[in-house]
């Protein structure tokens, strides 16, 4: 545990990464939609209803880019300091689970502040969007906690493909996930099945989006320790 405790800080020596970076992502996110809320608000007082808007989004993508980041920058270094790559790959994604938790956080006391102030003072939402919180506070902390992590496992992922295969290998697998989209599209086209689709979207609760979520992590994280023990640093 020491030594994967010493990958965590070995990870977070640039917090610009794990921690700055995203914290601009997410405060510019804010502050642009806060005014906009702001002016439509303006605009239209009292008859512009609810606004919501999708910027909480961008941090959450930005992780893909720590995940590529935290293998592609530090993964070779690790192996220069002797430590194995079950070490380096449980230190790394602990320090994955710790950003997004304390990402989730935010989310969490951002949406509460919202409801308490009903949006700011304007009926404007970055936070508290309503699917998000229909089933309640803990629902949409297990999906803000699940969203980030996610796209760090996809980005940290491609890295390890990427370093054990090559760049070659890497394209070919997303032009093989691109392929079954469209033939999936194309099938669920042929067969009418879209007004299904629809339902299933519709029906889906945030708990259970989590819960795939964090099933299709487990996956990739699986598959990514997998490739990352014959990796090249």
Known sequence: MNRTANV?????????????????????????????????????????????????????????????????LTFPFSQAMSVTRREFYLGTTLTAMLASAGLAVVYLIGGLIEKATDGWGMDGYFFAVPWIWDQGAAAATLLYFVAPMLTFTVGFFAATVYKRFGMLTLV???????????????????????????????????????GYGLALVVVLSGVSYATLRRAVP
């Open 8 to 72: 965590v800080r070995m990870q977070l020596i640039n917090k610009k990464i794990f921690i700055w970076i995203p914290l601009i992502i997410f405060g510019s996110a804010l502050a642009i939609s806060l005014i906009i809320y702001g002016s439509v608000y303006a605009a239209f007082s009292d008859d512009a209803g609810p606004i919501y808007g999708g910027g909480s989004q961008a941090p959450l993508w930005y992780f893909a880019v720590i995940g590529i980041q935290a293998m592609s």
């Open 172 to 210: 070919l697998i997303g032009a093989c996930l691109a392929a079954v989209v469209a033939l999936s599209v194309l099938g669920i086209s042929f067969g009418d099945g879209w007004p299904a689709v629809g339902r299933w979207f519709a029906d889906l609760t945030p708990v259970e989006l989590g």
